[in-house]
């Protein structure tokens, strides 16, 4: 005696019926609707999810796109395509003298691509933030988070650096943001410089492989 499935109801013919074409061809038609259906639920789906990079408040992507945040959630969008490889915070950096090289970190690209940095201070004075593909031995070798003196010696100059920003600041919290190519193999090293500073404080610093193409 035939029985049926549980959620479409197919038929199962038990093992005394005789094969009848009309069972088996009712299958596939119960078969074909729920596969179709379900394809076009999958479909509209899509749609609503969008894709990287929509603009519009018709996707979801669109409504996570930064001109549709609030100003204090407006890297959500950022994040969600960036693999954030360090996180370094609550530094002081600050010596004895107005000026000093903090060492961030030494960064060796794991892959040929673009990497996203994300730099937090509250600081007062001048200051700046270089990037080094090529930085003497004692540098590349030290600690993360290192006062380096007043000065490096070899240090290549400010325009050999694949990044070179300089501020002045009232002691008011600012926040970077750049995406810079890196190439595979290469160490970079990222210096927090205080030319006449009088007070430092690194909040947060992060660096992370995105595809995302500008900050």
Known sequence: MATFTEHYDLIKPGTDDYYDVADFNENMDAIDTQLYQAEQDMAGVSEKIGNPGDEGEDTLFGLLHPSHQPEEKADIYRYSTTEIKKNISNWFPKSTSSRFYGKLTTFRAEKNG???????????????????????????????????????????????????????????????????????????????IGYTASSAQLEEFLIGYTDTKEA
């Open 114 to 192: 673009t990497i996203y940095l994300k730099f937090k201070v509250t600081d007062s004075g001048s200051f700046a933030f270089d990037i080094y593909d090529n930085v003497p031995y004692q540098l590349s070798n030290a600690p993360e988070k290192t006062n380096m003196g007043e000065s490096i010696s070899c240090l290549p100059p400010e325009e050999k650096a694949c990044l070179h920003y300089k501020y002045s600041s009232e002691g008011e919290g600012r926040t970077c943001e750049w995406v810079i190519s890196v190439t595979v193999g290469t160490d970079y090293t990222f210096l927090y």
